[in-house]
């Protein structure tokens, strides 16, 4: 398995400026929902972050960059697959209709139905040197994240837990323009809590960020730009959500196309 810092330096064919979203999509910090469901998933688990191509179903930690010529190739034909349409309408979207915020029953992604909430369970993933609030290791007490978005570690503390939010890597109403309108209310479910779609990031960088895609946002960080956009595509591809040209353009730029 390939593992990577964050201090890597990625060289880009084309750099984006990030723009600010006028509206948000409830992928930054939100209560976290009660576990229901019974304890039949596996515990998330930190560790040194891992690039994308190596973290398929988004169960490891972190987005490392890719630097590889080998790595880029691979990069570029993933996100070949992705497939393209315009953006839909907004109306009709509201965050409710992918179900409660973080809840853990939910069933058909990874660490569903473990008992921790989702939003836990990435911070879990995601963060070093952690300590617990309780017993069975759900509630994240204080740990170290190194941020992909930033390049940066920060400090987290259950008492300033916003300082990181949990970001939902496609938008929920982005793929409600791309799609997601027409899911049963189950898929939705599945993508707004699937680790694949989730990263555990800076919060005010998040915040930025907000309903934006790869064409009109791309994180501060320039060494994980591609990863980043290779998660999207991940996304995209599992979900069979469509991007528009000019994202798909964005993407492939960013390694190398």
Not at 81 to 105: F, L, M
Not at 171 to 184: H, I, N, R, V
Request: hydrophobic share 35%; net charge positive; proline share 7%.
């Amino acid at each position: 398995m390939r593992r990577r810092t964050y201090g890597a330096t990625l060289l880009v064919a084309a750099a984006l400026t990030a723009v600010t979203a006028c509206q948000k999509d409830g992928s930054k910090a939100e209560p976290a929902a009660g576990a229901t469901a019974a304890n039949t998933a596996q515990p998330a688990s930190g560790g040194d972050a891992v690039d994308p191509l190596d973290n398929e179903d988004g169960t490891k930690p972190g987005l490392a960059p890719l630097t590889s010529a080998a790595d880029l190739t691979r990069a570029r034909a993933l996100i070949d697959r992705v497939q393209t349409k315009g953006r839909g309408p907004k109306t009709g979207y509201d965050r409710e209709k992918y179900g409660p915020a973080w809840s853990d029953a939910v069933g058909g992604v990874p660490f569903g139905g473990n008992n921790c909430d989702t939003r836990d369970d990435i911070l879990k993933r995601d963060g070093q040197a952690t300590r617990w609030r309780d017993k069975k290791g759900c509630v994240v007490e204080t740990m170290t994240l190194p941020d992909p978005y930033s390049g940066r570690d920060i400090t987290f503390t259950k008492a300033k837990a916003s300082a990181i939010q949990i970001d939902h890597v496609v938008p929920l109403s982005a793929s409600w323009q791309m799609g997601a309108a027409q899911w049963d209310a189950d898929k939705r479910r599945r993508l707004a809590n699937d680790p694949l779609n989730l990263l555990a990031v800076d919060g005010p960088i998040n915040g930025g960020k907000g309903d934006s895609s790869p064409a009109t946002w791309l994180p501060p960080n320039k060494a994980v730009r591609c990863s980043y956009v290779v998660r999207y595509a991940q996304v995209s591809i599992k979900y069979e959500l469509p991007v528009t040209d000019a994202d798909k353009a964005a993407m492939s730029a960013q390694c190398g196309g």
